[in-house]
């Protein structure tokens, strides 16, 4: 008898694999991962570190990272002061995943005729075709 494909949204839901990757999912995810691994930021901070991100975005990412206990979000004192984003100590414990995933992906990319992937410009190579 056919599995329908009801079993295989099931299965995959359970799967932690597909688990693990929704939970890192996200066009700025990682990005934010990696200031956030540095040292806590603001909104702002933040904002301008990602400069091609919106601040809806920004905050949907964020929260949802904090849904998945990876951040946790502290109002300043005053209120006025802002917030800060810090990893939570489980947060931190995708560090070594992350490091996996870079090593994986540059060899990946260092590949011949590799054609997936981003192609990052380091800043210094791309300051000198502008």
Do not use: N
């Not at 839901?13 to 990696?34: E, H, S």
């Amino acid at each position: 008898m056919p599995r329908s494909v009801h079993d295989s949204h099931r299965e995959r839901a359970a799967c932690p694999l597909y688990t693990a990757i929704g939970v890192i999912d996200g066009r700025w995810k990682p990005m934010l991962f990696q200031r956030l691994l540095e040292r806590p930021h603001g909104f702002g901070e933040l904002r301008r570190a990602l400069p091609g991100v919106s601040p809806r975005v920004l905050r949907a990412q964020l929260r949802e990272m904090a849904g998945d206990d990876l951040v946790e979000r502290r109002t300043l004192a005053p209120r006025s002061a802002g917030v800060r984003y810090t990893l939570t100590a489980y947060g931190r414990t995708l560090g070594p995943v992350f490091e996996t995933l870079w090593r994986w992906g540059s060899g990946h990319l260092a590949r011949a005729g590799a054609t997936r992937g981003t192609q990052v410009i380091p800043p210094r190579a791309h300051a000198v075709h502008h």
